[in-house]
């Protein structure tokens, strides 16, 4: 049984020493080498006599298990995955069958407890994870186990490791038959009533001739925390269309300076369209292929107008009427 795990650099910080000194690393108990702490028990006193000013159980309780999982439960064969500090770059690779090792004179990276890690090549970008697996790795712990071992073994290049099943029934691709049979304005509407069951206020469909390539706006208050404008191109592509760098590109200079831009696609985009809605210095475009697309229908399919419901034809999970 293959696992897959997340260990964060501090928000990437030393990302880079991970990965020229093949490894990851954590930083609790950064004076004591703690190869000869056989369990999890063993690290409630250690932990409770170094950071004697953390006196809640559940405190103590979240940072010693994140210590155990990195100690005992990683092992040899596993995945693990650390973002980069380009927040849409996941550098990924396999735990290897090598000792936990304790070094606490590396000037690159201030973390002593480290596991021996071979790293790929090839990182994985965020804006390629399904729906549930990006809501996973928003998770604040430092080190955590990442559920959806499957979609990160393919987007790895270990699919080797994937049980396959017999089904040819593809729950995606029923689903975005019944969008695609939307017309076009159908569809603008759809995804503003998404946008608004995503905390979008205001959301309005603006899509016509001239447009700019800006179909519908919302903005998103976060908790009076922050305030996102958001300009969005919604259009339907038949299914195994890759969305060229050039459309991308060309829905940016409809966003203004204090925007960003999404992309809402029943299709995919092409690698170089992914490097130019991320591209420095310009306006953020998030992008959102059909599958992606699919699971955030999934996940606020209540909050979708009775209407839609009843013309896409589908029951709560997407399931064909």
């Excluded at 020493?17 to 703690?34: E, R, S, T």
């Excluded at 950071?51 to 999982?69: F, L, M, W």
């Excluded at 290897?96 to 002593?112: A, I, Q, R």
């Excluded at 469909?205 to 976060?222: A, P, Q, S, W, Y």
Aim: aromatic content about 10%.
């Amino acid at each position: 049984m293959t696992n897959v795990w997340c260990v964060r650099a501090e928000f990437g910080q030393f990302t880079d020493a991970f990965l020229k000194g093949g490894y990851v690393a954590i930083g609790w108990l950064d004076k004591i080498d703690l190869s000869s702490v056989t369990g999890r028990e063993n690290l409630y006193p250690l932990y409770r006599d170094y950071y004697p000013e953390d006196k809640s159980n559940v405190v103590v309780g979240q940072q010693v298990g994140q210590i155990a999982r990195f100690l005992f439960d990683i092992s040899p064969g596993d995945t693990v995955i650390t973002p980069s500090r380009d927040t849409e770059i996941l550098q990924h690779g396999i735990v290897l069958d090598e000792p936990y090792v304790f070094e606490s004179n590396d000037p690159t990276c201030p973390y002593p407890h480290r596991r021996v890690v071979k790293w790929a090549q090839q990182p994985i970008r965020r804006s390629s994870l399904s729906v549930p697996l990006g809501n996973t790795m928003r998770s604040s712990l430092t080190v955590f186990s990442v559920s959806q071992v499957d979609e990160v073994l393919e987007l790895a290049g270990r699919g080797e490791l994937v049980k396959r099943t017999l089904s040819e029934y593809d729950p995606y691709e029923s689903v975005l038959e019944r969008v695609l049979a939307l017309d076009d304005k159908e569809f603008e509407i759809l995804i503003g009533h998404l946008l608004t069951a995503l905390g979008f206020e205001g959301s309005e469909v603006t899509g016509k001739i001239g447009d700019g390539g800006v179909d519908v706006t919302g903005e998103l208050n976060v908790a009076n925390l922050a305030k996102i404008k958001l300009f969005v191109q919604a259009k339907r592509y038949k299914r195994g269309a890759r969305i060229p760098a050039s459309t991308v590109k060309a829905l940016r200079s409809s966003i203004p300076a204090n925007g960003q831009g999404a992309f809402i696609t029943t299709a995919d985009f092409q690698t170089k369209a992914l490097d130019v809605a991320f591209e420095h210095n310009f306006p953020r475009i998030g992008l959102v292929n059909g599958r992606q697309l699919v699971d955030l229908l999934v996940e606020y399919w209540s909050d979708i107008p009775q209407e839609f419901r009843d013309r896409l034809g589908l029951k709560p999970g997407l399931v064909l009427s």
